[in-house]
């Protein structure tokens, strides 16, 4: 066995042994600049439109920190349905599973139909364990992707990025794009005027929050130059599995809590995981993100709705 393998074969096992939290966050775009708030409250203004973004769901992960990720999965679809104004669409920030089995993801899949909204997904660590399940990965989520599974699209005026950062992990897992996928990122911003409002969602954090636990991604620097010239920059992650915001100029950086369970704060615990709650604590751990945006009035607004 290689090093590469036996690395590869400590990550499966790793991840086995895992669990990621997270939730749901409402977005609204207003002005170009999104925002996030309470998603009971969030509603794009008229002219504009909002977009949810759920992440690390972990379906299949059946330990003490959560023993029923199919039903606080449940409960985060039920909050998106009833939602005041129906969003256009929803991210899934990655993680859908806990280990990239074909009955996670039909399980998961079966669930999230109910909304009856479009979804656009970016892959977790946990979705791609290696090279089988990421061409089935591929082959599921991947139609009209480019490379390795990255795309972008274009709603309402604003230009959405979808990255991969999660296949070639570097030192303690920080995330990482790779050159191929640089240079396409540069070709697809490169026919974008500035004043273009720009969303970018992947699973691990696009700045680095705890590089010693693997919060961050290695290159994103150099992705963070190509979007310096634009006036909007939304940077939507999940993979940490609880709420940290940050701006820097023009970008705002925002993660998504699991509909799973939480992790524990940086720095508070020897190593990042499932941090297990009292049963009554749990849902308010958990939740989504709505994002709003409106074409007459200032900033995106982003909500972020737990599940208690």
Known sequence: MTERDSLRLDRRQALGCMVWAGSGVVWTVAGGVPASRLIGAAAAEEGGFSFVQISDSHIGFDKPANPDTRATL?????????????????????????????QQFDDA??????????VHYAPGEHDILDPATRAAYLDRYGKGATGGGWYAYDYGGVHFVSLVNVVDLKANGLGSLGQEQLAWLADDLGGKTSSTPI???????????????????EDSAEALKLLARFGSVTVLNGHI?????????????????????????????????????????????LGVTEVSFSLTSSPLAITDLTLA
């Open 74 to 102: 449940d409960a985060a679809l039920d909050q998106v349905i009833a939602l005041p104004r129906r969003p256009a669409f929803m991210i899934h920030t990655g993680d859908v599973t806990h280990m990239a089995t074909p």
């Open 109 to 118: 899949a079966q669930l999230i139909a109910r909304t009856r909204l479009d």
């Open 199 to 217: 969303v970018v969602f992947a699973h691990i954090p696009m700045w680095t929050i705890a590089p010693e636990w693997g919060w961050g991604t």
């Open 241 to 285: 599995h609880q709420l940290i915001q940050k701006v820097e100029g023009a970008v705002t950086f925002h993660t998504a809590r699991s509909t799973a369970f939480p992790q524990p704060a940086p720095g508070t615990a020897p190593a990042p995981g499932p941090m297990r709650v009292p049963p009554g604590e749990l849902r308010k751990l």
